[in-house]
């Protein structure tokens, strides 16, 4: 089963590499998924085993998917209406650095009440409404990563980490907020404050060089509604999930259908043309199915790895080798970057019991922490990362120049607060 793994590494590699090898990443990322568990049916010896496994695993593959696909869907069509031009008018500023601050401060607290993922497709959305040339906007969406990534993991409902150690038992909503809020803030300050001083000058107002603006055709009521409608619904999401205890997708559904409906009602007595241009049809096809497909072959391969035992031999590992406590959160949050953080976090959880660890100790804070927060570093490390190098076309290794060496910077500053919090309070 070795070659199980060595296929992930190599898959991840070509993933990697995109723009070296010209071979499209979601291409490479399906195959990787698809040979894996290809790998995984072979090793158990009983293909039907594995299609029960397999079908039992796309359950929660699917329900990522459809978040994934609802969410595009809702901002899509609130674009569709001019809806966003709710905030793009609002921010007057020009100015590059003040821009930075405001994105970042924005992409931060709106993912403590989302989601990473659906906070980075919000502002990517709102972003180029706003700033028209593609590197500025690539470094700015830099910024949004680890604002989303930091935002999140100080609250229950923020990062799927943090809401997994929350229903676990291991930490209580005032607990985790308190303690994450300063060192999720200094996560994203570090690396805010490092790359305010490499921009200069104002976004590109002139006449060529303004941000592409949609002719929208609707009234200034119903961009406002539709706005509200849609970035309410999202809200909603995790109210929903509180309410009835479903999957987060289907609160994302709910709040599409919603959406759906009051568009519907809203353009009936319209013209064909007018209501084609604000259709859930339309939206539908604008929404970018390559990062949909990159998702699924992604989760499928680390599915595989974690059904392999692979991921839970290495959270064994670093007990066995590296012993302290912070060292192993650490270690985990960095590992993160590469393997997704929920099976390492699920495999965490496994592995130290609530007997030896309490709830609200200082491991579960770090693990949140780190979890959450360590996915920056690497543009594929968290769901954020991957959504934006999807819909902004981000290379990888121009991610590792341009944004990791900063990501890492704060996430051992939040790291290093932590640690100096313990030791004097």
């Known amino acids: 089963m070795s070659i199980l793994v060595a296929v992930f590494v190599i898959g991840y590699l070509l993933i990697a590499a995109e723009h070296f090898v010209g071979i499209n990443k979601t291409a490479t990322a399906l195959l990787t998924g698809v040979l894996c568990w290809v790998l995984y049916a072979y090793g158990l010896g009983s293909t039907h085993l594995a299609s029960e496994t397999l079908v039992a695993k796309l359950g929660d593959v699917s329900g990522i998917l459809f978040f994934l696909m609802g969410a595009m869907t809702i901002v899509e069509l609130v674009d569709a209406h001019g809806g966003f031009e709710v905030i793009t008018r609002a921010i007057n500023t020009r100015d590059k650095v003040k821009l930075l601050w405001i994105c970042s401060v924005v992409a931060f607290f709106l993912s403590s009440v989302l989601d990473n993922l659906t906070t980075t497709i919000v502002m990517i959305s709102l972003m180029r409404r706003i700033i028209p040339d593609r590197e500025t906007r690539a470094l700015y969406t830099g910024l949004v990563i680890i604002a989303a990534n930091a935002g999140g993991a100080w ?104 959406l759906w409906l009051a568009t519907e009602l809203m353009h009936k007595q319209k013209d064909e043309e007018a209501r084609h241009h604000h259709s859930i049809t339309r939206a539908l096809q604008r929404i970018d199915m390559t990062s949909v497909l990159f998702f699924l072959g992604i989760l499928l391969a680390i599915n595989t790895l974690e059904l392999h035992g692979t991921l839970r031999v290495l959270a064994q590992w670093l007990d066995r080798s590296v012993g302290n406590i912070y060292a192993v959160n650490t270690v985990i949050g960095l590992s993160s970057a590469i393997i997704d953080n929920v099976p390492l976090v699920a495999a965490s959880m496994g592995m130290y019991p609530l007997s030896q660890f309490p709830v609200n100790a200082p491991f579960w804070e770090l693990l949140a922490y780190c979890a959450g927060t360590g996915g920056s570093i690497l543009i594929i490390g968290s769901a954020a990362g991957v959504a934006a190098m999807g819909m902004e076309r981000l290379e990888f290794f121009w991610y590792v120049r341009k944004i990791s060496p900063w990501a890492a910077l704060g996430y051992f500053s939040g790291i290093g607060w932590i640690l100096l919090e313990k030791a004097v309070f």
């Open 155 to 258: 609250t229950p409902i923020g990062d799927v980490t943090t809401t997994m150690l929350w229903i676990g038992g291991q930490v209580t909503t005032a607990h985790i907020m308190k303690s994450l809020f300063l060192p999720s803030v200094i996560c994203l300050l570090v690396p805010l404050v490092v790359l305010s001083f490499r921009l200069k000058g104002s976004i590109d107002d002139s006449p060529g060089g303004r941000a592409e603006e949609r002719t929208s055709g609707t009234t200034s009521f119903e961009k406002r509604l539709v706005f509200f409608l849609g970035v309410g619904g999202l809200v909603f999401v995790p109210v929903f999930k509180t309410l009835t205890h479903l999957p987060p997708f289907m609160g994302m559904l709910f709040s599409l259908s919603v």
